[in-house]
């Protein structure tokens, strides 16, 4: 090790990493494993101070005692008026030092920005620009005061990068705050005990950001034998708490940490409290619940800064094991708007994207009613990715909307999907289908028709081309453009297109036309002993009506005996009884109501209703 020269204190710097020096009430204790050995060589303490010039002058600056602040302050300031022409700058920096020296930062900007704008040389002097910085750092403009300390005249100065590393650690750049901490710790004796116990502090931090919490500790317990005010020994207290805790001395650090809880500084208390809060719930101590009154308390003591960062990080995680998600988003947007640089932020930002899809593309929201899931994903619709996975949600979103009968919401959604947020092609089709669907069912079957139109694509697989095919005739249907229904059918050989025609033959009231496609439908499933279907039982009865109608008794009269028994206790067996009977001029016509119930298209959009995704 060696002793430095100094104006006061004592200046030691080791050569070894198995030196320790500690420092106690009654002295400084150096010791090494295996030994010193010392030097004879003369350490030259007489021979003059070998400090770096100091760029900060205190001494008589430093008003000390409280009640000497205002005689130092009036003599100052009648230095000031005093001063002739060439003593003015000087004058001006003496009560700006001054000022700084005693915490009044905006006074002190004050002074400066008067001394620069008498004498603009001055700016770009050393002393001033490291006072300058000083003074900006004092006012939490960190970056503002980094960017004074790395000028080009300043930043080789030992006392620049005391200043450098104290702005850095207050970003939580460790590594450089402590390299530069490391650089200008030799400047430490110049300065005043309260604006030396700021760099103390800044180096303990440091030390713990890059993981030596021993280092650490060794300097806060340094800190503490040089009688710190309260403020630093609040500070200091919740320093080693962390020293402690990284050290896996739980109980000790809960004592610190405690000492810092019930501090009246209430930036060092409401981390500490934070703090006691995480041990507890790691602990099992503290339900999440209760971490959550807890914290959300702590939110509104202290905002801004990387506290109100991580408090909030937490709450949200806490939030989201609570299943609390809206909670969890909410409180997670805060820090993603209000701390964007920070380092955790991205983390967050991905977190939110996760929990997100896990709710509205893996299910989650299912476990919520449909209409606080919807108000969620509008209230979170940013966090959409656009992919396909982010396309896949807006469908799903889409389905839960029609089920609570929120059509013109879903409309309102696929059409955006649809137009802005798709290439033509086949996904881009299949949204025309979803949003035709909707569009139907809100019983505005032109839309449908320009959905299908405005999502049009060539070469689709064959089942999206059927399925946009049957809608478009569902929608022809609908508008009573019966003639347009049956042309878009031609050559459709397939099952729902034989169901589709019987749609439009019942609307248009072609019994005959009816008669022989609901005929063609059915077949010969009279003879399969298997019991019919609704729909099959149904077509029956919509068979029985088409005959009668149409005034078709030898078939009618074939239906009933092919079909009467085995519609025995179902809910078709009385209509169909009722319909029947008119052959031979018994009964009465089925009546335009009667009919009605019996539309084939009520069951097609039903289908849709109960579907609405199905595209193909």
């Known amino acids: 090790f060696s002793l430095l020269g100094a104006p006061q204190g004592l200046a030691m710097t080791r050569a070894s990493d198995k030196i320790d020096i500690t420092a106690s009430p009654t002295g400084i204790a150096v010791r090494a ?48 008026v005093e001063a002739p022409a060439g003593g003015l700058t000087e004058a001006r920096y003496a009560l700006a030092e001054f000022f700084f020296a005693n915490g009044l930062y905006a006074e002190a900007e004050g002074v400066l920005d008067r001394l620069v704008a008498r004498a603009p040389i001055e700016a770009t002097r050393p002393r001033f620009q490291l006072l300058h910085g000083a003074v900006l750092f004092g006012l939490r403009r960190f970056k503002a005061a980094a960017r004074e ?25 460790w590594k450089s705050a402590l390299g530069n901490l490391k650089r200008g710790h030799v400047m430490l004796a110049a300065y005043p005990p309260t604006i030396r116990a700021r760099f103390e502090l800044a180096i303990a931090h440091a030390e713990l950001g890059t993981g030596d919490p021993n280092g650490a500790q060794k300097t806060l317990i340094l800190l503490r034998t040089e ?12 320093l080693s708490g962390i020293a402690a805790q990284e050290a896996g001395k739980i109980a000790e650090a809960n004592g610190y940490y405690r000492k810092a809880a019930s501090s009246d500084q209430i930036g060092v208390r409401v981390r500490g409290q934070l703090a006691l ?25 202290w905002r801004g800064g990387f506290f109100e960062d991580h408090l ?58 449909a209409l606080k899931a919807i108000g969620l994903f509008y209230d979170f619709r940013d966090l959409t990715p656009n992919t396909p996975e982010g396309d896949t949600v807006v469908r799903h979103l889409a389905r839960r909307l029609v089920s609570v009968d929120l059509l013109s919401q879903a409309e309102d959604l696929l059409r955006y999907q649809m137009t802005y947020r798709l290439s033509p092609g086949a996904e881009k089709a299949r949204v025309g289908v979803q949003l035709g669907k909707v569009y139907l069912l809100d019983q505005q079957p032109k839309m449908t028709l320009s959905a299908l139109k405005d999502s049009a694509a060539p070469s689709l697989p064959d089942a999206l081309t059927k399925t946009r095919r049957n809608l478009q005739v569902a929608a022809l249907i609908e508008l009573g453009r019966y003639d347009d229904a049956i042309q878009a059918l031609a050559g459709a050989t397939d099952a729902t297109a034989a169901a589709l025609r019987a749609g439009i033959y019942w609307r248009a009231r072609k019994w005959p036309e009816e008669a022989a496609t609901l005929s063609q439908i059915l077949g010969q499933r009279y003879a399969d002993r298997a019991p019919l279907s609704a729909t099959e039982r149904l077509d029956v009865l919509r068979l029985a009506v088409a005959l009668v109608m149409s ?13 009467a028994p085995r519609l025995v206790g179902t809910p078709q067996a009385e209509p169909f009884r009722a319909v029947t009977e008119k052959i031979g001029g018994a009964g009465t016509l089925p009546s335009s109501a009667f009919i009605a119930n019996l539309d084939q298209l009520q069951s097609f959009l039903a289908h849709y209703q109960a579907a609405p995704e199905a595209a193909g």
């Open 227 to 238: 009688h710190p005010d309260p403020a630093t020994r609040a500070e200091s207290n919740y």
């Open 551 to 563: 005034g078709n008794n030898t078939a009618l009269s074939r239906l009933r005996a092919q079909y």
């Open 33 to 80: 494993t295996g030994g010193l050995l010392l030097s004879t060589a003369p350490l030259g303490f007489n021979a003059g101070p070998t400090l770096p010039d100091v760029l900060l002058h205190f001494g008589p600056r430093w008003a000390g005692p409280p009640e000497h602040f205002e005689a130092t302050k009036q003599k100052l300031q009648f230095a000031l």
């Open 277 to 301: 809060a995480e041990i507890a719930l790691k602990a099992r101590q503290m339900t999440a619940a209760e971490a959550i009154k807890r914290l959300d308390t702590l939110r509104f003591a």
């Open 149 to 173: 300390f790395a000028k080009p005249d300043l930043a080789q100065q030992p006392e620049a990068a005391l200043w450098l590393g104290t702005c850095e650690a207050a970003d939580h750049d």
């Open 312 to 369: 909030l990080r937490v709450l949200g995680g806490l939030y989201l094991d609570q299943h609390r998600y809206r909670n969890a988003l909410t409180t997670w947007r805060t820090v993603v708007n209000y701390f964007p640089k920070f380092p955790h932020t991205a983390k967050i930002k991905s977190r939110m994207d996760q929990v997100f899809l896990q709710l509205f593309l893996k299910g989650g929201a299912k476990q919520l009613s």
